[in-house]
């Protein structure tokens, strides 16, 4: 058990590009989640998935923000035409299904700084 | 609606006191509740949870919590700090009517001083 991984984790970028993070959670996890978190702030719910399906979506989660999880394992998050609001810590976590109450295992997270 | 409230954003204790860090939520069902610890550059840690059962909950690095009902409250309490402990606190709370989605307060920074 190697724990969540995240990468890269630091992502400096220009307003305007597109940018793109992995997360791999532990391996035996079938459930994923998206979080982010600002300064001063806790993490707050983006997105989340059980296996490939993506089963819940935050109103955060703009339409410039799109994430997938492809085979039911890592999950990429990739955020269109960033903007300066976009800069923060994206969370990944995962997790092992289970009665709902599962506890959730976090990665170290990608810093996403826009200029 | 969920919600999480940490009303403290900051708490300071000598090393070798009793240390707590409140929290109060707000949930439709039953409570799901969690502490976690952020240190500098690294991802949220997982201390404790409660989910049912005993009030008093022990977890990791010897803190514990207790779940009060009719206060809607999960303090987070350790009998003795240490300055290691000195990092960044959430409690987080999700319930039982079929959503997975967890709810983290603001955070509490706590500074353990020798």
């Known amino acids: 058990d190697t724990g969540v991984s995240q990468d890269p984790r630091h992502k400096i970028t220009k307003r305007g590009q597109n940018v793109t993070f992995r997360c791999d959670p532990i391996s035996e996890h079938n459930r994923l989640y998206w979080y982010r978190q600002t300064l001063g702030q806790g993490p707050e719910f983006l997105t989340y998935?059980?296996?490939?399906?993506?089963?819940?979506k935050s109103r955060l989660l703009s339409d410039r923000f799109s994430a997938e999880r492809p085979k039911g394992s890592f999950s990429t998050l990739e955020i269109q035409r960033t903007e300066q609001g976009d800069s923060a810590m994206y969370l990944c976590?995962?997790?092992?299904?289970?009665?709902?109450?599962?506890?959730?295992?976090f990665g170290p997270g990608t810093r996403l700084l826009v200029l | 609606a969920q919600s999480v409230a940490q009303p403290e954003d900051q708490v300071n204790v000598a090393e070798g006191n009793p240390l707590t860090v409140k929290c109060t939520y707000s949930v439709s069902g039953n409570p799901y509740l969690f502490w976690y610890v952020q240190y500098p550059n690294r991802g949220l840690q997982f201390l404790l949870k409660?989910?049912?059962?005993?009030?008093l909950v022990k977890g990791s690095y010897g803190f514990e919590a207790e779940f009060n009902k009719s206060q809607t409250s999960f303090h987070l309490k350790k009998p003795s700090a240490l300055v290691s402990d000195s990092a960044l606190y959430f409690c987080a709370v999700s319930d039982n009517t079929g959503g997975f989605k967890t709810i983290f307060g603001a955070g509490t920074r706590l500074f353990v001083k020798a």
């Open positions: 998935f059980q296996n490939e399906a993506q089963l819940e």
């Open positions: 409660y989910i049912t059962g005993d009030n």
């Open positions: 976590a995962s997790s092992l299904a289970g009665t709902g109450s599962e506890t959730q295992y």
